[in-house]
C-alpha cells in the first residue's frame, strides 16, 4: 500500500517490460490541480511502442485519462474541488503558427506533454482543462475514457475529407480495435450508408454488430472497390491491396494506423490510379471537443466498447493480451 507521500506508478522497465512502483507525490504549483485517477484507457500504440522498445525506461505513461480533482494549487479556482474530468494527452506550445491555426498534432514547440494516466494520481494545469472535458452527472468515468479515442476517430474522418462528398459513398475501415470501430461508429453517426468494415478477428463480429447497427462486417478484404479506405489495421497486405484494387481510380487512403514496421508502397499503382493519401495522426482540441459531444451524449452505448476493466497491478497482464490480439475491445485501467 502506498504511504500518504508517494503515488503508484505504472513505469516502462524494459522492451514489453512494465513496474509497478512508488514515487514521491509532487508539491502542486501556481495554478495546478491534484487529480485522482479513476480510469485510464489502454491504447494499442502504448502496447507497441512499449513492446518494441520505442518508450524510454523508466517513463510514466498512460494517456486516456478521467480523474477527479481531490487538491487545487496556490492561484487555482477552488471550485475545481470535485470535479470529474478528462485529462487530455493534447499537450502544445499554443504560440507557434500551427497551434494558433488550430492544428496543435503540428505544433513546432513540443506536443503531447501530458499527465502519465497509470498511476494513482496525475497532476495537471488548470488552463489545460476546458470546462468541455468536465465528464456529466451520469457519465461513468470508465465511458469517459473513450474520449481522447473517439476525438482521434473524428479527427481521420474530418482529415479524409469525406464529409464534402455525397454520404451514399463506399467507405470502407480496415482494422477493427478501438480506433477503427470508433471511425465506423463516427461515419455511421454522420450519415455515411455504405460503411464495410473488415475485420479478421471473428470474436469480435457481435462487438461489432451491437455497436456499428447499418455497418456490413467483413471478416476478408472485399474485391468491390470503395471511394476512401481507413487503414485503422497497420497491415501491409490491406496497404497492398487498397492501391492496387481497393480502392477506385482517383479514390483515397486515409492511414490511422501505426505500423510496426516501415511498409511499402506500390508507387507506380498509386500514381497510375491516381490515388490520395492522407495522413491522420491524433488529435485537436477541436476535434476532442466535437467528440466530447458524441460521447457525453451516447455515453450508454459507446460504454459497450470497454470489454475489460484491471487494477494497476495487472496492467502488465493486460499489455501481454493486448499484444497477442486477446483483447476483443477497448481494456480500462481502474486504479
Known sequence: MNRPDTVRTVRIAGPGALELTEVPRPVLGVGELRARVEACGICGS??????LGRIPATTPFGHEVVAEVVETGPGTDPQWQGRRA???PFGSCGTCV?????EETRCTGGFGNYAAGFADEAVVQAAAVPDWCVVPDGVSSTAASLLEPLAVAVRAVHKSEVLREERSLPVQVAGAGPIGLLVAYVLLRFGFSRVTVVERNEGKTSLLRELLPGARILTSLPEEPVHCLFECAGAQPVLDHAVTQGVERGGRICLVAAYKAAPTLDALQFMARELTMIGSFSATLA???SASRILFAEADVLQSLVTDTVPLEDVQGAFDRLRAGGLLGKCVVRP
Open 98 to 102: 500551427q497551434c494558433r491555426q488550430g
Open 287 to 289: 476535434d476532442a471537443e
Open 46 to 51: 502504448d502496447g507497441m511502442f512499449a513492446g
Open 86 to 88: 478528462v485529462l487530455l
